[in-house]
């Protein structure tokens, strides 16, 4: 079996690199509720294209610089994105066939499963249970889910990701 060349990777590499800006950048406290979770939009989108290329050691790298990039305990996002990947990895030729609305109610899913995660993860490790719970990330996530997927895939077809 032949490897693929590198060629073009960078642009996953910026597409992360600006979901990263995305995720930190400043916010009131209100808007910051419905702040959509643009890391795992993207990585998403890549384990849906290049499934062979984006996976789950993927998922887990890009979770822990995730919790460096928010402060949390080590691991939490790592656990979360990779449990992502896998469901998207499980699914991903249905989703690729799922018009694109059909798509984020799908998505919409996945990433509350992954906040969920993500929550009793903290409740875990924490000080006890919170009930800080809020699933409008996900359905923030899910609405701008058209838009991201049409401006990665123009930028994968533009750049020849592969």
């Given at each position: 079996m032949k490897a693929k060349p590198a060629k073009s990777l960078w642009v996953i590499a910026l597409s992360f690199f600006i979901a990263y800006l995305l995720a930190a950048l400043p916010m009131p406290q209100m808007i910051?509720?419905?702040r959509p979770d643009w890391v795992a939009l993207c990585l998403i989108f890549w384990v849906l294209v290049l499934p062979d290329r984006v996976g789950i050691s993927v998922g887990f790298c890009v979770g822990?610089?995730?919790?460096?990039?928010?402060g949390t305990y080590l691991g939490v996002f790592a656990l979360a994105y990779s449990s992502l990947v896998y469901l998207v990895l499980l699914?991903?030729?249905?989703?690729r066939m799922y018009p694109i609305l059909q798509q984020a109610a799908v998505?919409?899913?996945?990433i509350a499963l992954s906040q969920v995660l993500v929550q009793l993860c903290r409740d875990f490790l924490g000080n006890g249970i919170t009930g800080d719970m809020h699933l409008l990330p996900s359905l923030v996530s899910a609405l701008l889910w058209p838009w991201v997927f049409v401006i990665l895939h123009s930028l994968q077809m533009r750049f020849r990701v592969q």
């Open positions: 910051a509720l419905a822990l610089l995730q919790d460096v990039l928010l699914l991903h030729q249905r989703l998505i919409f899913l996945i």
